[in-house]
T-cell receptor, first 112, second 115 residues
Framework: RKEVEQDPGPFNVPEGATVAFNCTYSNSASQSFFWYRQDCRKEPKLLMSVYSSGNEDGRFTAQLNRASQYISLLIRDSKLSDSATYLCVVNPLIQGAQKLVFGQGTRLTINP | EPEVTQTPSHQVTQMGQEVILRCVPI?????FYWYRQILGQKVEFLVS????????KSEIFDDQFSVERPDGSNFTLKIRSTKLEDSAMYFC?????????????FGPGTRLTVT
C-alpha cells in the first residue's frame, strides 16, 4: 500500500463549481497533515495544514479522519487560478526534523 | 515575505561530474531539507539537517550525496558523481523548528539535467 494515496484525477470542472479531493495514508502514527499546491514546474506551496477538528481558510476546507486515515480538501466557488496539482502530504515523525511524505498529486483544471 | 532561494535555477552536467546545488533558507529557520522530484513523479524526501548534522535521510540519499552548511546562510547539496537517473528537480525547504507544528517552506528548485 502506498504511504499516501490520492484520487488519480485529473479533475476538470467549470468555474464556480465545488470540487473535493480525497487522500488516504498508511502510517497510523502520522502526526501532521498538509495540503500543498504545485503549479507546473514550480515548487510545492503550502495551502493549509489539516487539523483533527477540521479547518477552513476562505474557500478551502480541510478535514482529517484519523480513524479512517483519510484526509480531504474541499474547494468552493472555484476560480481559474485554482488550476494546479494538489498534493496531499503527511509527516510521520513525532519530533525533531520532519520528513514530508507526498502523494502523487491530483491535477485540477478549472474551465471558464 | 521571506522566502527560500536556490541557485542555479537550471544545471546541466555530464554523467560522472560533481555538482553542488545551493540554497539560502529563510533566515530565522533552523531545520533544512532537500527533496527531489523526477519529472512526472511525486516529490521525494532526501535529507533533513539540523544543528550541523543530518537528522534523517532516505534510502535515496546514498554515499554519492552530501549536505553542508558552509556558512551562516547557505545550505548545499553535493552529488559526487552524477548519474543519468539523478536528473530531477531538487527542492530545498526550511522550517522554523522541528516538531509537528512547524511547516516547511520550499524554494523554487534547481532543475538538474545529467547528460
Amino acid at each position: 500500500r502506498k504511504e499516501v494515496e490520492q484520487d488519480p484525477g485529473p479533475f476538470n470542472v467549470p468555474e464556480g463549481a465545488t470540487v473535493a479531493f480525497n487522500c488516504t495514508y498508511s502510517n497510523s502514527a502520522s502526526q501532521s497533515f498538509f495540503w500543498y499546491r504545485q503549479d507546473c514546474r514550480k515548487e510545492p506551496k503550502l495551502l493549509m495544514s489539516v487539523y483533527s477538528s477540521g479547518n477552513e481558510d476562505g474557500r478551502f476546507t480541510a478535514q482529517l479522519n484519523r480513524a479512517s486515515q483519510y484526509i480531504s480538501l474541499l474547494i468552493r466557488d472555484s476560480k481559474l487560478s485554482d488550476s494546479a496539482t494538489y498534493l496531499c502530504v503527511v509527516n510521520p515523525l513525532i519530533q525533531g526534523a520532519q520528513k514530508l511524505v507526498f502523494g502523487q498529486g491530483t491535477r485540477l483544471t478549472i474551465n471558464p | 515575505e521571506p522566502e527560500v532561494t536556490q541557485t542555479p535555477s537550471h544545471q546541466v552536467t555530464q554523467m560522472g561530474q560533481e555538482v553542488i546545488l545551493r540554497c539560502v533558507p529563510i533566515s530565522n529557520h533552523l531545520y533544512f531539507y532537500w527533496y527531489r522530484q523526477i519529472l512526472g513523479q511525486k516529490v521525494e524526501f532526501l535529507v533533513s539537517f539540523y544543528n550541523n548534522e543530518i537528522s534523517e535521510k532516505s534510502e535515496i540519499f546514498d554515499d554519492q550525496f552530501s549536505v553542508e552548511r558552509p556558512d551562516g546562510s547557505n545550505f548545499t547539496l553535493k552529488i559526487r558523481s552524477t548519474k543519468l537517473e539523478d536528473s530531477a528537480m531538487y527542492f530545498c525547504a526550511s522550517s522554523e523548528a522541528g516538531g509537528v507544528s512547524y511547516e516547511q517552506y520550499f524554494g523554487p528548485g534547481t532543475r538538474l539535467t545529467v547528460t
